[in-house]
């Protein structure tokens, strides 16, 4: 089979995959694939692994502000998350399943890494623009190495995950893990490299890593949002390839199931997600994303 993707707009990367490995994009695949490192999954372990203050709903804070969100989210977006500022707060949010930890402070980084039995063997960062609301402007998928992440996650990683072999997300702020995931990012697998993919299915079927990486570019993931409450179409064909075109531009993504109503995808509460636009060349990305724009929030409301 190929690689498991659950996003149809994202096979795009993986359509030349043949392999009989199981290849996890979504959370939820990969807790029933590896359950002997499925606790990466629960957020309270992951805070008390770090010796982060924490404790379910049900043990006060001793102090505040506090960080409050599910102990167990496979869908992700943020869902349930707060920050608890007082014990009204506290009280007002509490909710049976969720727990509170310590409220970080720093840069929020998403980090790819190819681990070998729980030795890390690559790594990849990217950090977002904030757009408000839960929503990202662009992601920067970085050329450099970041050694505060790769000192920390890395003694963690080989501490706790001996045994593993494959792709490993991590989320950190200031280099401390507030996310894991057995898995890694699908938005931007064009943007590590020719033969990144091939690499990745060499890791699960050989557990080897093989990826040549010595010369790395910036790269750019560009997001367009629009107004919740609308039914979108799809652009046409015509229009993704105009946009594919685009110099400097390497994907295009248009992230939503045409079929389904508006509630029935996972989103941020500040929009609705209509498409993605990866390239090297920040300023085509985004001139990519205009093109789609003007299709986008253009058209006459679509009703049903």
């Excluded at 727990?99 to 970080?104: A, G, N």
């Excluded at 890390?120 to 990217?126: A, E, G």
């Excluded at 248009?254 to 209509?274: C, N, S, Y």
């Excluded at 994303?289 to 929030?297: A, D, M, S, T």
């Amino acid at each position: 089979m190929p690689v498991c993707e659950a996003d149809p707009w994202r096979l795009q990367y993986f359509v030349h995959v043949d392999t009989a490995a199981n290849i996890p994009t979504e959370d939820s695949d990969a807790w029933q694939w590896y359950p002997a490192h499925r606790f990466v999954y629960d957020k309270l372990a992951l805070a008390l692994s770090q010796s982060l203050d924490a404790a379910p709903h049900g043990v006060p804070p001793p102090r505040y502000p506090v960080f409050s969100k599910p102990i167990v989210n496979l869908r992700g977006m943020g869902v349930g998350s707060h920050v608890l500022r007082s014990q009204a707060d506290y009280v007002k949010h509490y909710a049976p399943g969720h727990f509170w930890m310590t409220l970080l402070d720093g840069r929020h980084v998403s980090s790819d890494i190819a681990v070998v039995d729980g030795e890390p063997r690559w790594w990849r960062h990217v950090t977002g623009k904030p757009a408000g609301a839960g929503m990202f402007d662009y992601w920067i998928v970085h050329a450099e190495p970041d050694a505060g992440i790769e000192t920390h996650c890395g003694k963690w990683v080989r501490k706790n995950l001996t045994g593993y072999t494959g792709m490993l997300n991590v989320e950190t702020i200031g280099a401390t893990i507030i996310e894991a995931h057995l898995r890694f990012a699908d938005q931007w697998p064009d943007l590590y490299g020719p033969g990144w993919v091939d690499a990745v299915v060499g890791l699960y079927e050989r557990r080897e890593w093989g990826f040549c990486d010595d010369d790395r570019s910036e790269g750019y993931s560009v997001v367009l949002f629009g107004p919740n409450g609308r039914r979108y179409r799809h652009p046409p064909p015509a229009v993704v390839e105009e946009v594919k075109a685009m110099p400097g531009v390497t994907s295009v993504q248009i992230t939503f199931h045409e079929d389904r109503a508006p509630d029935q995808h996972a989103m941020p509460p500040g929009g609705f997600r209509l498409a993605i636009v990866n390239g090297f060349d920040l300023r085509a990305a985004m001139a990519g994303r205009e093109r789609l724009k003007v299709h986008f929030l253009g058209m006459e409301p679509v009703h049903g």
